[in-house]
C-alpha cells in the first residue's frame, strides 16, 4: 500500500514558476512509476509527465514539453514537478500518482495509487 501527499500548489501569475512536490509512503518507492495528472474544472483529468523508478526515462503531455520537467528523489521518497512558465491554461488540481509498471505511460486506469490534489491556479 502507498500513500501520496502532494504539496506546492498556489496561487501566481503568468510567467511564475511553481514547484509542485509528493512525498510517497509505504514501502519499494523506488520500483514505482510515478506520474503527475491534472483536472482543470469542467474538463477531464489529463496526463501531464511521468517518470520510471529509475529516474532514467521521463514522458510529458505535449502542452507542458519544455515548461514542466518531472524529477524525483527515491531517497525521500519523493517526485517533484517543477512548472516554468505557466499560462493561464494551466490552471487546475495536480494529481500524484504511482504504478509499480515501469514504463513511461500517460493510461491513469494504469496508476493504482492516487494522491489527493493540490490547487494550481495561474492568473493571467
Known amino acids: 500500500q502507498m500513500q501520496l501527499d502532494e504539496s506546492g500548489g498556489g496561487l501566481v501569475q503568468a510567467g511564475d514558476s511553481l514547484r509542485l512536490s509528493c512525498e510517497a509512503s509505504?514501502?519499494?518507492?523506488?520500483?514505482?512509476?510515478m506520474a503527475w495528472f491534472r483536472q482543470a474544472p469542467g474538463k477531464e483529468r489529463e496526463f501531464v509527465a511521468t517518470i520510471i523508478g529509475s529516474g532514467a526515462r521521463t514522458s510529458y503531455a505535449d502542452s507542458v514539453k519544455g515548461r514542466f520537467t518531472i524529477s524525483r528523489d527515491n531517497a525521500k521518497n519523493t517526485v517533484y514537478l517543477q512548472m516554468n512558465s505557466l499560462k493561464p491554461e494551466d490552471t487546475a488540481v495536480y494529481y500524484c500518482?504511482?504504478?509499480?509498471?515501469?514504463?513511461?505511460?500517460?493510461?491513469?486506469?494504469?496508476?493504482?495509487?492516487w494522491g489527493q490534489g493540490t490547487q494550481v491556479t495561474v492568473s493571467s
Open positions: 509505504g514501502r519499494y518507492f523506488s520500483r514505482h512509476s
Open positions: 500518482a504511482a504504478t509499480i509498471w515501469q514504463d513511461t505511460t500517460s493510461l491513469s486506469s494504469v496508476y493504482n495509487y
